[in-house]
Antibody
Framework: QVQLVESGGGVVQPGRSLRLTCAAAGFTLSSNAMHWVRQAPGKGLECVAVISNDGNNIFYADSVKGRFDISRDNSKNTLYLQMNSLRAEDTAVYYC???????????????WGQGVLVTVSS | DIQMTQSPSSLSASVGDRVTITCRASQTISTYLNWYQQKVGKAPKLLIYAASTLQSGVPSRFSGSGSGTDFSLTISSLQPEDFATYYCQQSYRAPITFGQGTRLEIK
């Protein structure tokens, strides 16, 4: 069955970097666009970044543009989120989610990981 | 960015009740509207996409309707496992945006 497992979260100081990893199983990652969605404690959902199935199309939320970098290694069935210059407001649970689309993206997120907590604090 | 506004923000209902949650987009989004359910401590779950298409495995008591700017999610007969937070989401234009959520509680 489809599984997405995030890792790499933790506590980090403001200004530092962290890389999240999302390992996919049960399907071929190259078949789907992928998203990173975050949820600050007690808050709603925010789409942080999305990448097409082949990696050629990427979109970032304004809140992370220039600081975060989404990438994928289809040969390893793995999605990444490199987060630089972290701020307190980046504190959230980060989810990776699979897009129903096999092309660019549709926005329909049919499978989600369990989420990983990133805490930015001095 | 397209703003999504849900109402109500919270709702108390009883098992067996019929419940409707509404979502309004700040501009027309055709039928690029999706609904998710999130239980405490869990990832969101896709319920309905393209405004009215039921995701595989989702019970038929869930239904969605609407187009343009106004949409609704209806649960025809609430079950105990339906008490959760519900989010609408537009996928018409990037950035993809969510509503603020509707918390459905047991009365």
């Amino acid at each position: 069955q489809v599984q997405l497992v995030e890792s790499g979260g933790g506590v980090v100081q403001p200004g530092r970097s962290l890389r999240l990893t999302c390992a996919a199983a049960g399907f071929t990652l190259s078949s789907n666009a992928m998203h990173w969605v975050r949820q600050a404690p007690g808050k709603g959902l925010e789409c942080v970044a999305v990448i097409s199935n082949d990696g050629n199309n990427i979109f970032y939320a304004d809140s992370v543009k220039g600081r975060f970098d989404i990438s994928r290694d289809n040969s390893k069935n793995t999605l990444y989120l490199q987060m630089n210059s972290l701020r307190a407001e980046d504190t959230a649970v980060y989810y990776c989610a699979r897009d129903l689309s096999s092309d660019v993206w549709s926005g329909y997120m049919d499978y989600w990981g369990q989420g990983v907590l990133v805490t930015v604090s001095s | 960015d397209i703003q999504m506004t849900q109402s109500p923000s919270s709702l108390s209902a009883s098992v067996g009740d019929r419940v409707t949650i509404t979502c309004r987009a700040s501009q027309t989004i055709s039928t690029y509207l999706n609904w998710y359910q999130q239980k405490v401590g869990k990832a969101p779950k896709l319920l309905i996409y393209a405004a009215s298409t039921l995701q595989s495995g989702v019970p038929s008591r869930f239904s969605g309707s609407g187009s343009g700017t106004d949409f609704s999610l209806t649960i025809s007969s609430l079950q105990p496992e339906d008490f959760a937070t519900y989010y609408c989401q537009q996928s018409y234009r990037a950035p993809i945006t969510f509503g603020q959520g509707t918390r459905l509680e047991i009365k």
